[in-house]
């Protein structure tokens, strides 16, 4: 992901994983995930990209559940965990250090699951990741989007805070409109998250398909 003014850069990430200071990371899948895949929300064996895949717990589940799975992260600490997680369960998938900003899939993609990309990007690079997001998901791909709600946060002093950064639903359909993409009706599941925020599970289909 690409630093913006006032965002976290790939040293501050890098810094975290290295130290192990990653609060946000449940030391195992978000709960979230498995039931999606459950109700069929991703066809067996589709492609199914996980940006910013940080510690590699829901890429491990995805590739367990045979689906052809890619995790990017532009820290190398993230990718080297992500790594040494398939490898310990004997897993395979396509790991990539790069920035999102600058990547692109050799193929399209079925599924996007992004529960840590967006609210750990600087919100003036949104539009941009939006619109990569929608050039990488074949006609009809969905994106499995847990929105961070963290409100209390959101504004202090005049300076929008963060990571995580509020994830206003309001702002989400700004940034993925009908008709280009297809909303379910409210109201959205919300989960809970590691320090005290929530996330709301947005399961939207790109139009076309």
């Not at 965002?7 to 709960?31: L, Y």
């Not at 559940?65 to 820290?75: L, N």
């Not at 206003?168 to 993925?176: E, I, K, S």
């Not at 109201?187 to 590691?194: D, I, M, N, S």
Request: glycine content about 10%; charged content about 20%.
């Amino acid at each position: 992901m690409s630093d913006a003014p006032g965002g976290p850069s790939v040293a501050f990430w890098q810094e975290r994983f290295e130290s192990g200071s990653t609060p946000w990371d449940r030391g195992e899948p978000n709960p979230a995930l498995a039931p999606l895949l459950a109700r069929g929300i991703v066809p067996a064996g589709a492609r199914v990209l996980v940006p910013g895949c940080g510690a590699g717990h829901e890429v491990a589940l995805l590739a367990a559940a045979g689906y052809r799975t890619i995790a990017v992260d532009y820290a190398p600490a993230a990718v080297e965990l992500t790594r040494a997680r398939l490898t310990q369960a004997g897993l395979q998938a396509e790991v990539i250090e790069a920035d999102l900003l600058a990547w692109a899939p050799a193929a399209p993609l079925d599924a996007i699951w992004d529960q840590a990309c967006l609210a750990a990007l600087h919100p003036d690079l949104w539009v941009a990741y939006a619109q990569r997001l929608a050039s990488w998901l074949a006609p009809g791909g969905t994106l499995m989007l847990m929105a961070v709600q963290a409100e209390r946060d959101s504004r202090r002093e005049g300076r929008i805070e963060g990571p995580p950064y509020h994830c206003d639903v309001n702002a989400m359909r700004a940034l993925f409109p009908s008709p280009q993409w297809h909303w379910p009706r409210p109201p959205y599941a919300r989960h809970g998250r590691p320090g005290g925020v929530a996330e709301l599970a947005l399961i939207l289909k790109r139009a076309g398909g």
